[in-house]
């Protein structure tokens, strides 16, 4: 990297292992930045993001390629991860796993802004809310 970008406080490089003195070879930058941003401590941050790396995939960090730029949509790793069949969420990727291989489909969970259904009003409802009187024998 540059000398200007290394000197420039308010950039954390991330290419030396801070506690152990090594370079990093491993592809676990995204993560780590995302440790970094969640705990706010630009130094140890490596159990972080091992548990960030976890949540995401099953994979080895020795066989892991890294994160596309094209991968970058689907990978919240702050969000949940949702069962297609039942709409379940979970905040780690190897429960849902352990949950999809048993989900039946049929507890179907959903989810609403606020945490309560609200239906929309009908036609009607509005009508009578904006004091248009309405004889339902026509209906």
């Keep these: 990297m540059p000398p200007y970008v290394l000197q420039n406080k308010a950039i954390v490089p991330f290419i030396i292992d801070t506690n152990h003195h090594q370079l990093y ?3 676990l930058c995204f993560f780590r930045c995302m ?8 130094r140890c941050v490596e159990a972080r993001t091992r548990a960030l790396f976890r949540q995401w995939t099953d994979t080895s960090v020795d066989e892991f390629d890294g994160i596309n730029l094209w991968e970058l949509d689907e990978l919240e790793v702050a969000h949940a991860f949702g069962c297609e069949k039942c709409g379940k969420q979970y905040k780690e990727r190897k429960k849902l796993i352990w949950h999809e291989k048993r989900c039946a489909g049929d507890e179907i969970k959903r989810y609403y802004a606020g945490g309560v259904y609200h239906p929309n ?3 009607l409802e509005v009508l009578a809310d904006e004091g248009v009187p309405v004889e339902t024998d026509f209906v």
């Design 25 to 27: 070879y491993d592809r």
């Design 121 to 123: 009003p009908t036609p």
């Design 35 to 42: 440790a970094a941003h969640q705990t706010g401590a630009r």
